[in-house]
Every structure is written in structure tokens, then in C-alpha cells.
């Protein structure tokens, strides 16, 4: 049996697929991978996913530079997400400029921003937004 074959792709042929900080074990990004994109995250050890806004393979990192080497890939329990130790180049992960898209925190009713811009996200892409 192949090892695609183990993941439960959704209805879609999709798994949310979760970036951690190999270091730090922060999670930086989610995002969702179809079997072409997890085939080539396994082969060539870069975090590949698949943009549903774009309906294209996308390599997280092709415009902003800021690639994600997969350190480790693992499966859950269930088989439907997975779960990668990357290295963060650059140290963002998050179109916004920020080191992890996880950056509002829930406090008082409300989502408050707790992480500052690292980088502007203009000067990260030249053709404007890039998630």
C-alpha cells in the first residue's frame, strides 16, 4: 500500500496540514495539502501545499523567499492532518510579516494582536499579497 493511500483526504482530496516550528515547537501555519503537494513536501523535504484560493500547488515561500524545510513529516492517530517540524527561513511564516499566523490572542471578548511585524509585508512581495 502506498503511503498517500494512509491519508484521509477529505471530500475535496484535502488534509489540513500544520507547520511547527521544529526549535521552538510554536505552530506557525496551517494549511491544506492535496496528495500531489504532500508527495512533493516528502520528496523534496519544502513545504508544498495546495492554495484553495488559487486552485494551484503553491510552495509556501515561492514569491517572499521564505521556504519551510520539513524536518519532519508525521500522521495522526485518525490519519487526516499532518502535522510537519519545519525550519522557518527568513523567520516568518505568515504573509502579514509576522513570525506565526497565530498572532491575535482571545482576551476579554476580543482578539488582540500580540505579535509585532517583523518584516512589511510589501517589501516581502513584489506582487502585492501572497498568502
Known amino acids: ?10 471530500q475535496d482530496g484535502l488534509v489540513p496540514a500544520i507547520a511547527q516550528d521544529a526549535e521552538t515547537g510554536r505552530v506557525l501555519m496551517v494549511a491544506w495539502m492535496n496528495r ?26 515561492e514569491e517572499s523567499g521564505h521556504l519551510q524545510a520539513v524536518k519532519e513529516l508525521r500522521l495522526d492517530c485518525d490519519g487526516d492532518v499532518v502535522v510537519m517540524q519545519i525550519e522557518q527561513q527568513g523567520g516568518i511564516a505568515c504573509h502579514t510579516g509576522r513570525e506565526s499566523c497565530f498572532y491575535r490572542r482571545f482576551e476579554d471578548g476580543e482578539w488582540v494582536v500580540v ?6 509585508p510589501k517589501s516581502i512581495y513584489a506582487h502585492g499579497h501572497g498568502h
Open 115 to 120: 505579535d509585532e511585524v517583523l518584516k512589511d
Open 1 to 10: 500500500m502506498n503511503w498517500l493511500d494512509e491519508v484521509k483526504w477529505d
Open 36 to 61: 500531489e503537494s504532500l508527495a512533493l513536501t516528502a520528496d523534496t523535504k519544502i513545504a508544498h501545499y495546495w492554495s484553495r484560493s488559487r486552485s494551484r500547488l503553491w510552495k509556501k515561500g
